[in-house]
């Protein structure tokens, strides 16, 4: 039914026409004939960004998203041969949706690149059919660790993978902090949980005692977790999980009295966390990330051009990921600059790619993980995150 | 549901509000919408529209009923051809401009079609309130993927053992629970699809929150394409094989779920029209009275659960082989509400009912969404629109019709009903 | 090995879990009010009810918003402030879950529709009401962006300290409060029913609408009434949540309220009493099946337990119907 109204209606907006040829002429352009022009070779490129753009958690993609847009458009702006176009593609987040859209950026739009898919989970999902539509993938934002672990030729990431923020952190923990007695708490998602092995892998090497719990972050009441903390009695608290539920977690677990560092990943670096947590209860909190965010341009010069030309774009600070995005775009544009407009040429130029990134040095090992395996640390201070400096060299007070 | 005191007897004399001529059925309900809440005159013109549609269905119902078996069979086989072909080029442009379209008539609409097809089987057909339905999808799913990644096993293999565990689990759901009346039964339902989700969540074994991936994609069947000629050149379908899978190929997974549902409306037609379907329509007219005239009704609920659930499992087989990887949050409480609002919106009951339920609460969404993050917000307020103004769904079943004027609907209806301007419509009629 | 770790964990962990079970089993005792007097009256499952606890935690932070809260209160004074939270909060839940009722129930009442289509309408309005809040008046209420509605809105008023220390036994004063209002709540609201005239309509209703119609009692009032109750209820545990935990968001009646459903039938839905009592089980048996097995498995025992429960006792702990709460 609905298929038939359909074809009555496209064969009307072509009349005059005899109808099968224009019916045919119709299946034509459907078939994407007339996007070539679009796709290799011609006035321009398309590079897809795929990730949550309105859901629950689009607050961390918006930023490398725009991170993606400031390099493009500058590039764009430098007046070049082949002009990109940045198409944007919303996920939610969820897997169900991003496969099909793939296949859509894969086979309509024509994309040569793609930056995404922002979450590990969708990746999972989504990265295979990239892998089969042989487009380069460059996600901003995805840390999973078993992603890079599946011999895909056209997947890559612009941050460490949790095993290597795990890694760093449960060092950090038991060298630099000392903690003897550590109280792992993860949110049961599959960026939590592995991150919690990882990190206590980790601190148990470097000769700390861990006990473990988790946490519902859809829930409100975290006791159950926090008076096993309490038993616990830890000088220091790792917790695997967003800021949502970091910032009520800390609140929870001051008011009941329990004492002891908090730290936490990637997923808690955000403002929200000390003001969920309530007065000064996040202060002096540590959040480990593989990502550099610094506004104040203290890691360096691009770093500091970044932070300007961000703030005059978008009239906000760079948050988590916009580094990493601005990065992923700066990859395919050095690939499209160096003459690559097709989407395997520009994956086989990723893989020999070696410049300096805001974030860090752009280049990939084989498997896709960048060469650059930094993990930072951040410091809540009031309602700010003030970088403190890389995990291996991070002075705390 | 099993009336055993209060709900049935409550029923009896509170007329519902249906009527078999549509016309004097709008005129009456709009007269009751003018008097009674005045938000009905507000919106009219979707009262309207809602009606006229209600007219065309039952005017289309009395010429069905009266036309020859090869009429018919014309006629499903033209639908089956229509389904063929409809992930066309042009069919694509209107349909879904910004996402891929034939993915889309894969998962989410053909999925919940399917699924919407074996939840009509446990709510339209027995009358069982499940608000866990997501667990057999997940049970099927997962069987898909352990037996694909550690053993090995083909998929039509793992399709017959995902129709077993599958309704095997619907069994030892329903053994200890299906005792228990309707919301209670809701309530423990609603419990057993969180219990399955967070279990595997919580399970090494089967990866925990990383779920499973690399799931293997069916053999493929034959490297045979559709030919450049008529019929599929002229909606842009030539050179797609529909028989080879792969990552990239959605067509071919398509018509793998098209064959799927196809031959479970076979099969669930004819569980209707057999003893099994009508021991299921007294359970769900009066239990007591069933169980008194000797219908085993307590074996016949478990039936309907088991089969509903195989039916469940085999969607979650069919779409883990598509999707490579599945993860515990693939399959979420909301997902359960989401087909049970395909089933009570397209029709409870009423098999193209629920399939044209299913197909709106999965495509409207995504159509929709250049409305960005207001599609939700509006996919809600279409949902209460279209029960205020058709609670007995779009495509309402003849006999759930019936059974709506006698009052009960079969689900109850809400207590307190008053003897107003509704029942004086229908006794003036 | 393992398990007698874990019971010496449950033993340590008993006190503090007890406190913490009866403070948020109080929550879902209050918030299960509304779907057992719901359910009692119009055998309805009101799905959005979650919602509108949600819109009484938004009251809560919108008014310490709009009275420019900045200190911290802490002993009677708290006492006092909860009571005018409260207060407001039941009116805003109250008032919405009327208009819930107008809008998304009443028409598919006239009609004599299937309570299966109410359940689905009370699911849509359920979405639609979430979404409105994330959407719309959260960014706007609070001057966000967008995407930021998603987030949770802090407003912080509580000043906490502990009013009891006996050994192990430590309860701090929000606890205290919730549970102390939860339990008054509970008895004016059973004398309310027990005793006035309205009550006493709502009691007939939900015996046999019928005759209660027959014998002159208003339907539509005493339905407008049941949900402007239940709402308030919501409204006034959505104050004392705000007092325990601060912080509201859009979604944050969801997984509250399933497990405030659950506890309505543990109890036997339809009962007054019973809603307090499951409330009550609940919360514990959460605490404690998460001290002994771990968080992870805190909703799985709660649903096991349920259908334990069920099992022996198929209409819950102490049966159904509003008009048996006399028991």
New interface residues.
Partial sequence: ????G??R??KMRVTGAVA?SA??A??AV??GGGDDDKGSGGDGVTIGFLGD???????IV?PPKQGAQLAIDAYNATNPKVKITLKT??SQGK???A???A??A???DKVVGMIGPAFS?ES??AD??L???KIPNISASAT?A?LSS?GWKFFHRMVANDNVQGAGVGTFIATTLKAKNVFIIND???Y???LSQTVKAAAEKGGAKVTE????P????Y???V??A??AKPDAIFFAGYY?AG??LI?QLR??GVKGRFLSGDGSLDK?LS??A??TNADGSLIACPCLIDPTGKAGEASKKFAEQYKAKFNAEPAIYSAEGYDAATAFIEAIKAGNTTAEKINEYLKTIDVAGVSKQIKFGANGDPAAEDVYIYEVKGGTLPLLGKASEAKVS | MSNSTGVSARGKGRAGFGSAFPVAYERARRRAGARRAPLNLLLLPLLYVTETFGAINETFHEWWIRQPGWSRWTVYILLIVGGVLLPSEQVASFMSPETDWATLLFFPIGGYVLLAIGLNVVVGQAGLLDLGYVAFFAIGGYTMAVFGTKYGWSFWEILLVGLVLSALSGVVLGAPTLRLRGDYLAIVTLGFGEIVRITANNTEYIGGPNGIGGIPHPPSLSEWAFPDAFPFNLVGLEGVQPLSYGTLSAHSYYYLMLATIVAVIIFAKRLERSRVGRAWAAVREDEDAAELMGVPTFKFKLAAFAIGAAIGGAVGVVYASQAISIIPNNFPFILSATILAAVVMGGSGNIPGVMVGAFLVAWIPERIRFFGEYRVLIFGAVLVALMVFRPEGILPSRQRKAELEEGTGGMGSMGAEVAGPTADAEAGR | MKATHNVHNFLEQFWPSTVDGLALGSIYALIALGYTMVYGVLRLINFAHSEIFMIGTMAVIGALHALGVSSLYGGLGLVGFVIVLAFLAGLASGASAVVLELVAYRPLRKKGASRLAALISAIGASLFLQQLFARIVIPEAFDLPKEKGALPVQGHFVERDNVIEIGDLVISNDKLIIFVGAILMMVALDQFVNRTRLGRGIRATAQDPETAVLMGVNIDRIVTATFAIGGAMAGVAAALFMLRFEEAKFDVGFLLGIKAFTAAVLGGIGNLRGALAGGLVLGLVEMYGAALFGTQWQHVIAFSVLVLVLMFRPTGILGESLQQARA
């Fill in positions: 039914m609905e298929r038939l359909t074809l209606r496209n099968v019916v045919l119709l299946s459907g078939c753009l309105t859901g629950e958690n689009s607050g918006i593609y919303d897997g169900e949706q496969v099909p859209l296949k859509q894969i086979t309509k989970g999972a999902q295979p059919v892998e089969e539509g999973n078993a599946n049961q998602s599959e939590g949980k592995p719990d988790a946490i519902d859809t829930a409100s009441d006791s159950a977790a008076n096993k309490k038993a949502a910032g009520k609140k008011e009941a929200g003001a969920g309530g007065g």
